[in-house]
């Protein structure tokens, strides 16, 4: 079973109380199944690799990646780019393998693999002649 929340895109979920803290954003996903295993895409840009956190606790598979500030140079003319950290939680529910998890990050996208307990995974039983 997988149950996903608000799919609301990049549109920020919460901004903070303090005018000079950072927004928070629900990156967009892709949610698939893939021989049996859970697979999330999330876009994350801006991201570093050692600032995104991925947990597996209570069935609840959760995204987080911290984006620093960006300091450029010269006066912005037009700025549309919002900097904030990406959150988001799927429940997976049980069956899951979390000691299998594992997560890779190329060009600001999160692959994440959620690989089901081998008991509950489907099983193909071949069928012998007598």
Do not use: C, N, W
Request: overall charge neutral.
């Amino acid at each position: 079973m997988v149950t996903m929340g608000s799919t609301a895109g990049t549109t920020p979920v919460s901004a903070a109380v303090d005018a000079g803290a950072a927004l928070t954003y629900q990156p967009h996903v892709d949610v698939r199944v893939e021989q049996g295993d859970v697979v999330v895409v999330a876009d994350m840009p801006g991201a570093r690799t050692d600032a995104i956190d991925v947990s597996f606790a209570d069935g609840v598979l959760s995204l987080h990646a911290r984006v620093a500030a960006r300091d450029l140079p010269g006066t912005a003319l037009r700025q549309e780019y919002g900097i904030g950290d990406f959150r988001r939680s799927f429940r997976l529910g049980d069956g899951f393998d979390a000691t299998g998890i594992t997560a890779t990050y190329s060009l600001g996208v999160l692959t994440v693999r959620v690989p089901k307990l081998a008991a509950v995974r489907p099983r193909k039983v071949p069928v012998q002649a007598s």
